[in-house]
């Protein structure tokens, strides 16, 4: 009977492996091997695909008159600086004794790619291969991944979305960037007085650095307007409160011109003779006094973007920062697999949540998660959750939502001040869905003023339920101070105290953050601040939770975005803007944030058999030859220059470089 031979992503992945399994086995240079099993690794990528010039050396130099560059067949080669342990790698996979290869990197797109190339640059080598999937590293996890490991050709669809992805990223960087550099590249050296500028493309880069542009844009043009509201005190005895006032249909201002919006006028002339005409009233009364109640729930958990959007608001990192720490706590077994867009479990693991609970009861270094954990099991509130919004199979693809293992008491004790911080966010987030719900009080009063309305609207919370536990995410007004309204009836008449006028103005729309980048990129450009809407509505977004970190720092690297290091807000260079006006001009759709989505639900949909790879493989190749042959025949060259120096205009004198 011959090895099984098991193949991981990192070395320190393999050692856990070795340490979980207990296998006692001899460590040689870049594999350790023991009776029955071998272990050995990869580093990351090691095998890229090749640049144009090793199709011809004659693509070494740009030219135009070459482009498209759409190969036939593409062309890999092992990344230099890890040769050594690929050949180590390669040499395992096609030893005689190995039967059987247990595939056990990163269960996801890339980990997919990173393993398969390897197998294809070793030959493909004729074994039983099978694929490890699981959702921590845990031992229990490890052991459940190697006992109901699937033949790896189950994942060919996830493998063959794995190489659209990196072909269709290599042809339009190669064809885009080549084509836009050797047509305007020199109009933007001489604009930036620079020596040489190359106009760097990418399907999902170009798209982030639209949104930023464009909404950098909007607020530059952003022109404030001021508003008046009027408001009114009433009393009853000893208590008082404000009403405001609203042109609702019966009001003389219902609808007029005069109105900036229903609560607020254009001019403060105009709000002074509402309050004018209504000073002769002594009394108002008391239309309508209508009692509600809300019930509000724990958000859903974390996937891996609302805790990169999380961390930026709360530490001001940056989603790269969040993704390395959160990939230690990962390999420390604390949490689950983090690259993930789930924000619910599945059933299966929610049938077997008691274990990871009763675990967390054992936390001693940090009371409050372990005395949560206690109270959650005590009043049985699991008991629930497999029918809760928590819990969804149909909204899981790869891995459920980023949630604690409850192993690894010890390994936190040893963790920084920050990778405890992150860790603590995430078990409280998962605590607080067992919790009740938080219970408000909501009470709306309409007064009425000589036919005009006026409105007060108050929210108590009574019972705080999982507010409790997320005392951060309270943003409720607890104050108790108008219960008296309560005792407040229809018919009711009330005196009429100090009219004010207040004066609002509106504001421009927010700059992105690293963080709510990374949110807008998961809803397709769409930066939606309410939470339950932006699950409801989420589809195919811009890039993979596992890249978008990496895109945004990448465009901070080649200085299209500068990102301010103590709030994470992003802004364009004036590099940045000029790519954008060359891209804009020419091929434009590449910055439109729903057509680049559509390419990442085309993906998926290969990845779910719902299309054929060669479907996908045609658009693609269509799309580049077209923007090409479109983009070569253009002759607005003098409209760009103007357009550039515009941008060069805004941003002041530039320092030749």
């Given at each position: 009977?011959?090895?099984?031979?098991?193949?991981?992503?990192?070395?320190?992945?393999?050692?856990?492996?070795?340490?979980?399994?207990?296998?006692?086995?001899?460590?040689?240079?870049?594999?350790?091997?023991?009776?029955?099993?071998?272990?050995t690794?990869?580093v990351?990528?090691?095998?890229?695909?090749?640049?144009?010039?090793?199709?011809?050396?004659?693509?070494k130099?740009?030219?135009?008159?070459?482009?498209?560059?759409?190969?036939?067949?593409?062309?890999?080669?092992?990344?230099?600086?890890v040769?050594?342990?690929?050949?180590?790698?390669?040499?395992?996979?096609?030893?005689?004794?190995?039967?059987?290869?247990?595939?056990c990197?990163?269960?996801?797109?890339?980990?997919?790619?990173?393993?398969?190339?390897?197998?294809?640059?070793?030959?493909?080598?004729?074994?039983?291969?099978?694929?490890?999937?699981?959702?921590?590293?845990?031992?229990?996890?490890?052991?459940r991944?190697?006992?109901?490991?699937?033949?790896?050709?189950?994942?060919?669809?996830?493998?063959?979305?794995?190489?659209?992805?990196?072909?269709?990223?290599?042809?339009?960087?190669?064809?885009?960037?080549?084509?836009?550099?050797?047509?305007?590249?020199?109009?933007?050296?001489?604009?930036?007085?620079?020596?040489?500028?190359?106009?760097?493309?990418?399907?999902?880069?170009?798209?982030?650095?639209?949104i930023?542009?464009?909404?950098?844009?909007?607020?530059?043009?952003?022109?404030?307007?001021?508003?008046?509201?009027?408001?009114?005190?009433?009393?009853?005895?000893?208590?008082?409160?404000?009403?405001?006032?609203?042109?609702?249909?019966?009001?003389?201002?219902?609808?007029?011109?005069?109105l900036?919006?229903?609560?607020?006028?254009?001019?403060?002339?105009?709000?002074?003779?509402?309050?004018?005409?209504?000073?002769?009233?002594?009394?108002?009364?008391?239309?309508?006094?209508?009692?509600?109640?809300?019930?509000?729930?724990?958000?859903?958990?974390f996937?891996?973007?609302?805790?990169?959007?999380e961390?930026?608001k709360?530490?001001?990192?940056?989603?790269?920062?969040?993704?390395?720490?959160?990939?230690?706590l990962?390999?420390?077994?604390?949490?689950?697999?983090?690259?993930t867009?789930?924000?619910?479990?599945?059933?299966?693991?929610?049938?077997?949540?008691?274990?990871?609970?009763?675990?967390?009861?054992?936390?001693?270094?940090?009371?409050s998660?372990?005395?949560?954990?206690?109270?959650?099991?005590?009043?049985?509130?699991?008991?629930?959750i497999?029918?809760?919004?928590?819990?969804?199979?149909?909204?899981?693809?790869?891995?459920?939502?980023?949630?604690?293992?409850?192993?690894?008491?010890?390994?936190?004790?040893?963790?920084?001040?920050?990778?405890r911080?992150?860790?603590?966010?995430?078990?409280?987030?998962?605590?607080?869905?067992?919790?009740?719900?938080?219970?408000?009080?909501?009470?709306?009063?309409?007064?009425?003023?000589?036919?005009?309305?006026?409105?007060?609207?108050?929210?108590?919370?009574?019972?705080?339920?999982?507010?409790?536990?997320?005392?951060?995410?309270?943003?409720?007004?607890?104050?108790?101070?108008?219960?008296?309204?309560?005792?407040?009836?229809?018919?009711?008449k009330?005196?009429?105290?100090?009219?004010?006028?207040?004066?609002?103005?509106?504001s421009?729309?927010?700059?992105?953050?690293?963080?709510?980048?990374?949110?807008?990129?998961?809803?397709?450009?769409?930066?939606?601040?309410?939470?339950?809407?932006?699950?409801?509505?989420?589809?195919?977004?811009?890039?993979?939770?596992?890249?978008?970190?990496?895109?945004?720092?990448?465009?901070?690297?080649?200085?299209?975005?500068?990102v301010?290091?103590?709030?994470?807000?992003?802004?364009?260079?004036?590099?940045?803007?000029?790519i954008?006006?060359?891209?804009?001009?020419?091929?434009?759709?590449?910055?439109?944030?729903?057509?680049?989505?559509?390419?990442?639900?085309?993906?998926?949909?290969?990845?779910?058999?719902?299309?054929?790879?060669?479907?996908?493989?045609?658009?693609l190749?269509?799309y580049?030859?077209n923007?090409?042959?479109?983009?070569?025949?253009?002759?607005?060259?003098?409209?760009?220059?103007?357009k550039?120096?515009?941008?060069?205009?805004?941003?002041?004198?530039?320092?030749?470089k």
């Amino acid at each position: 009977m011959g090895k099984a031979l098991f193949v991981t992503e990192k070395p320190s992945v393999a050692m856990e492996f070795i340490k979980l399994l207990k296998v006692n086995g001899k460590k040689s240079d870049g594999y350790v091997e023991g009776q029955e099993s071998i272990f050995t690794w990869c580093v990351g990528h090691m095998v890229t695909m090749c640049y144009p010039e090793a199709y011809d050396i004659k693509f070494k130099k740009w030219n135009l008159a070459e482009l498209p560059f759409l190969p036939k067949e593409y062309k890999y080669d092992v990344i230099p600086n890890v040769k050594k342990q690929f050949d180590t790698v390669s040499r395992l996979l096609n030893r005689d004794d190995v039967d059987v290869i247990y595939v056990c990197t990163d269960s996801g797109r890339e980990g997919e790619y990173i393993y398969r190339l390897v197998d294809q640059m070793a030959g493909t080598p004729n074994k039983v291969k099978k694929r490890v999937w699981i959702d921590s590293q845990t031992e229990e996890e490890i052991k459940r991944g190697i006992k109901e490991a699937k033949p790896l050709d189950q994942y060919d669809s996830l493998a063959a979305s794995a190489y659209l992805r990196a072909k269709e990223d290599f042809l339009l960087g190669i064809n885009f960037s080549r084509l836009l550099t050797l047509m305007y590249g020199r109009k933007i050296s001489e604009v930036l007085s620079e020596n040489h500028v190359v106009i760097a493309v990418g399907r999902v880069m170009s798209c982030v650095l639209g949104i930023v542009v464009n909404r950098e844009r909007e607020i530059r043009n952003f022109t404030k307007t001021s508003f008046y509201k009027v408001n009114v005190e009433l009393k009853k005895e000893e208590n008082a409160f404000d009403a405001e006032w609203k042109a609702v249909e019966g009001s003389r201002y219902y609808e007029s011109p005069l109105l900036y919006n229903d609560t607020g006028f254009k001019a403060r002339n105009t709000a002074e003779e509402l309050v004018t005409s209504l000073k002769p009233a002594e009394l108002a009364l008391i239309d309508e006094v209508k009692k509600t109640k809300e019930t509000k729930y724990a958000p859903l958990l974390f996937n891996l973007a609302e805790l990169q959007n999380e961390c930026t608001k709360r530490f001001k990192i940056s989603p790269d920062e969040t993704l390395g720490v959160i990939q230690k706590l990962y390999e420390k077994k604390l949490l689950t697999y983090p690259r993930t867009d789930a924000r619910v479990i599945s059933s299966a693991v929610a049938k077997e949540i008691g274990k990871t609970l009763n675990k967390l009861t054992k936390f001693s270094y940090n009371p409050s998660i372990s005395e949560n954990a206690m109270k959650i099991m005590k009043n049985n509130w699991t008991k629930d959750i497999v029918k809760s919004k928590y819990v969804d199979d149909s909204k899981i693809t790869d891995h459920y939502a980023i949630i604690p293992t409850g192993e690894g008491e010890g390994a936190v004790r040893t963790l920084g001040k920050l990778e405890r911080e992150i860790f603590e966010l995430v078990v409280t987030r998962f605590l607080s869905i067992f919790f009740p719900p938080a219970k408000y009080s909501k009470l709306s009063i309409t007064a009425d003023i000589m036919g005009e309305k006026f409105f007060k609207s108050i929210k108590v919370c009574i019972e705080r339920g999982y507010l409790d536990i997320l005392k951060n995410d309270s943003k409720e007004d607890d104050d108790n101070s108008y219960l008296w309204l309560n005792e407040l009836r229809k018919g009711n008449k009330l005196k009429i105290g100090q009219f004010t006028i207040k004066e609002g103005e509106t504001s421009p729309p927010k700059r992105y953050t690293s963080g709510s980048m990374v949110i807008a990129m998961e809803n397709a450009g769409k930066l939606i601040e309410d939470d339950d809407l932006r699950e409801q509505i989420k589809g195919s977004g811009i890039g993979t939770s596992a890249t978008r970190a990496e895109i945004i720092k990448k465009l901070i690297n080649i200085n299209y975005l500068t990102v301010n290091s103590k709030t994470q807000i992003l802004t364009p260079t004036i590099k940045g803007e000029m790519i954008y006006e060359v891209i804009s001009s020419s091929i434009p759709s590449l910055l439109n944030p729903i057509l680049t989505a559509s390419w990442e639900k085309g993906l998926k949909m290969v990845y779910e058999k719902e299309i054929e790879p060669s479907n996908f493989m045609g658009k693609l190749e269509d799309y580049t030859r077209n923007n090409i042959v479109r983009v070569k025949s253009q002759n607005n060259i003098n409209l760009l220059y103007r357009k550039l120096l515009n941008v060069k205009n805004t941003y002041g004198p530039v320092e030749a470089k």
